[in-house]
C-alpha cells in the first residue's frame, strides 16, 4: 500500500497535469441491503422494460427480480445492458440476436419507469457508504487538477436520478458532462440539471452475454469513453479561455470500484494506454496516460482477492491501490493522487 501510495505520489506532481477520478456507483458510492436493494428501484426497473418490450398486451407473465433469475455473476459488477440481454434470455427466451438491436428501447423504458418516482423512491433500499460524501467535497475543492465522474454499468438517466437522490451530486465533485452528453440530454427528461460527465452502460454493450469477460471488457470500453470526453472538455476549455497560457492535459485516469470487474477493467485500460504508447500514428492520445486503480473491499470482496486481481504496479503505466476502508480510508486522496 505504502509503495503505491509513494508512485501515485509522485506521479501527481507534473505542471499542467490533470487527473480523471471515476467512480462505480454500486457498492463503491453506495450499498443496498439485503432483499431491499433487490426490491429497488433500480431492480425493479429491469422487470418493467422486459414486460413492456418482450411481454404481450393482456398476458399475464411478470419477470421475475434479477437476483432471483440469474447467478450473482451474472450482475455483480455487470452492466445494465448485459444484464437486460441475459434476463431477456432466461426469463423470455429471447436470444441476443433480437434483443441486442432493442438495447435502447429497453434502456429508455427503464428510465421510464425510473422517472415516474421521487427521490426518496428512487433511494430506498441504498445507502451513501462512509466517507464518500466527505470524500466528494473535499474533491470539488480540487477542480483545478482534477475532474471526478462516474463510470458504471448504470444507464446514465439512472444514474443521474441515484446520485441526485442519495446526496452524491449536491457534493458539486463530479464534473459537467461532456458536449456529446449534452447533445442527447433530452433521452432523459427530468434529469437535465444532474448531468455529469462519465461513461455508462447506455454508452456501450458489446451485447456478447456468453463470455464472462465482458463484464469487465464492457466496463473498460466505458472507462475509455469516460477518459476521451475529459480529455476533449479539457481542449474546448483551454481553448476558449487562455488566460492562464497553460494547457491542460490529461495525464491520469483512476478509476475506483469494489468488484473484481472494476479491477480487471482499469487494468484492461490501462494495457490499452501502453499499446497506444507504442503507436507511431499517435492513436486517440491515450498513450500518456498513467492508470490508477483504487480499489474499494466496501462490497461483496475483500482487499486480498481485489489486490491480487490487481497484481504488481507498473511504474508510470498501471499503479494500483488497494483499501479495506474504501473511501473512508483516510490515504484515500492520496492513493488517487491528489493529496
Not at 458532462?177 to 437535465?192: H, K, L, M, T
Not at 476549455?237 to 470500484?257: F, I, P, W, Y
Not at 486503480?293 to 507498473?314: D, K, M, N, R
Request: net charge negative; with cysteine.
Amino acid at each position: 500500500l505504502a509503495i503505491g501510495i509513494l508512485l501515485v505520489a509522485l506521479r501527481s506532481s507534473t505542471v499542467g497535469a490533470y487527473t480523471l477520478i471515476t467512480f462505480d456507483v454500486d457498492g463503491t458510492l453506495v450499498k443496498g441491503s439485503g432483499k431491499a436493494a433487490d426490491a429497488s428501484a433500480h431492480s425493479r426497473a429491469y422487470g418493467f422494460a422486459c414486460d413492456r418490450v418482450f411481454g404481450r398486451e393482456g398476458g399475464s407473465k411478470v419477470t421475475r427480480p434479477v437476483a432471483q433469475v440469474l447467478p450473482r455473476r451474472d450482475y455483480h459488477g455487470s452492466t445494465d445492458g448485459l444484464i437486460l440481454l441475459r434476463l431477456a434470455r432466461a426469463e423470455w427466451g429471447v436470444e441476443p440476436s433480437s434483443s441486442a438491436p432493442q438495447l435502447d428501447r429497453l434502456m429508455d423504458v427503464m428510465y421510464e419507469y425510473i422517472s415516474g418516482l421521487d427521490d426518496d423512491e428512487v433511494a430506498e433500499g441504498i445507502r451513501v457508504l462512509p466517507g464518500v460524501l466527505d470524500r466528494l467535497e473535499a474533491l470539488s475543492n480540487m477542480k483545478d487538477r482534477v475532474a471526478c465522474g462516474l463510470v458504471t454499468g448504470n444507464v446514465e438517466g439512472i444514474a443521474r436520478r441515484k446520485m441526485r437522490a442519495v446526496g452524491v451530486w449536491g457534493t458539486d465533485a463530479l464534473a459537467p458532462p461532456a458536449g456529446d452528453q449534452v447533445d442527447r440530454g433530452g433521452r432523459w427528461p427530468g434529469s437535465e440539471e444532474a448531468g455529469f460527465l462519465g461513461g455508462f452502460g447506455s454508452d456501450y454493450c458489446s451485447g456478447n452475454i456468453d463470455d464472462a469477460d465482458r463484464n469487465y471488457l464492457d466496463r473498460s470500453e466505458q472507462i475509455a469513453i469516460a477518459a476521451g470526453r475529459c480529455r476533449r472538455s479539457l481542449i474546448l476549455a483551454d481553448d476558449s479561455s487562455r488566460s492562464t497560457g497553460q494547457r491542460r492535459t490529461l495525464k491520469r485516469v483512476v478509476h475506483v470500484g469494489d468488484a473484481p470487474s472494476d479491477v480487471l477493467a482499469a487494468k484492461a485500460f490501462a494495457e490499452r494506454c501502453a499499446e497506444e504508447a507504442g503507436d507511431e500514428e499517435g492513436g486517440n492520445g491515450l498513450g500518456n496516460i498513467c492508470v490508477g486503480c483504487v480499489a474499494v473491499a466496501t462490497g461483496s470482496y475483500g482487499a486480498e482477492e481485489l489486490g491480487e486481481l490487481a497484481g504488481e504496479p507498473i511504474p508510470e503505466r498501471w499503479e494500483p491501490v488497494t483499501l479495506e476502508e474504501g473511501m473512508a480510508d483516510r490515504d484515500f486522496l492520496k492513493a488517487c493522487g491528489v493529496e
